[in-house]
């Protein structure tokens, strides 16, 4: 009954984090607004972290649990389930020709995935490496501002925008609390059922917390396609990805500064290889050929459901 019980509170433990983040991102857009904030340096910082909060704050609290290996399968996981989930759906329906802007983006997310594939032969994440994913993710921020400035920022969402001040800060708030304590019921519950059922973190963090946390990507994914926008869907997926690789991973491993931040043979020689082989997959056409073919989609998906199928087979048999 305990384990029912535990389960039912990790979903809504999920709901609160995913709703949060979405009542947090756009109330965030309204503040910055109603605070005369330029929206280039909006969309540029303050929207990449807000769409990230929600995975930021698992790492930060699981890190500080001292479970941080939900917090590697959460930033790997969830950087998988972009990939070979929400883009890959997104490829399937809506192939399409990809503009010359923010093809610095695409070259740095490669950088960031070789990074992470690394450090995984090595086994352990290092306070000098998560520094170093920090200044990858500094750099991120500044060829976003570049990125911006080419581009012409026209306001979208004119009715969010027209909300007065103070229902935007109780949103805010709302959100931010939301994802707070959702972040922090879902650490406990998956620590809980991990101990009980006899399954590794990592494997909650890469399946059940990367998917529920990756649902306000598959929404931006929805919408772009009714809209015939789908380079909106891939600038928020690939800014998702660097910021998972390395702000994620990044800030949880110095949160858990002399408690180590281990890296399990599972993620090391099956995820993370298989992150990197989904970002060759969707990166490469779009820079030698400036568009993305329905055969990327299909090929992610149908080795997303395989490694899906692998993480639950191994959890049972133990393969690795």
Request: proline share 2%; net charge positive.
């Amino acid at each position: 009954m305990e384990i029912a019980i535990s389960v039912v509170l990790l979903i809504v433990a999920l709901f609160l984090v995913v709703k949060g983040g979405d009542v947090f991102v756009s109330s965030s857009a309204v503040l910055a607004k109603k605070a005369h904030i330029p929206q280039i340096i909006f969309g540029a910082t303050f929207m990449s972290l807000a769409t990230t909060f929600s995975e930021l704050i698992i790492g930060i609290i699981s890190s500080i649990d001292g479970t941080t290996d939900l917090a590697v399968g959460n930033g790997v996981g969830s950087a998988l389930c972009n990939l070979g989930l929400v883009m890959a759906i997104g490829i399937c329906f809506m192939p399409s020709k990809v503009g010359g802007g923010g093809v610095l983006k695409y070259y740095l997310l490669i950088v960031a995935t070789i990074f992470v594939f690394v450090i995984g032969f090595l086994s352990e994440v290092t306070i000098w490496q998560a520094f170093v994913m920090i200044a990858i993710t500094i750099l991120f921020f500044v060829f976003n501002y570049i990125d911006a400035k080419n581009m012409d920022n026209k306001n979208k969402g004119d009715d969010e925008i027209q909300r007065p001040l103070w229902l935007a800060i109780v949103l805010f708030l709302l959100g931010a609390c939301a994802i707070g304590g959702g972040a922090y019921l879902l650490v406990d519950k998956v620590e809980y059922l991990s101990k009980v059922i006899g399954i590794s973190e990592q494997f909650v963090g890469l399946t059940v917390v990367a998917i529920g946390t990756s649902l306000p990507e598959l929404v931006t994914v929805i919408t772009s396609l009714k809209k015939k926008t789908p380079y909106l869907a891939m600038g928020n997926i690939v800014g998702s990805n660097i910021l998972n690789l390395t702000l994620i991973l990044g800030v949880s491993r110095l949160v858990a500064w002399n408690e180590g931040m281990a890296i399990t043979k599972e993620t090391a020689y099956v995820s993370l290889p298989l992150v990197l082989l989904f970002t060759l997959i969707f990166v490469l056409p779009i820079l030698f050929k400036k568009k993305t073919y329905r055969a990327q989609g299909i090929i992610m998906l149908a080795l997303y459901v395989l490694y899906i199928t692998f993480l639950i087979l191994n959890a049972v048999f133990k393969f690795i």
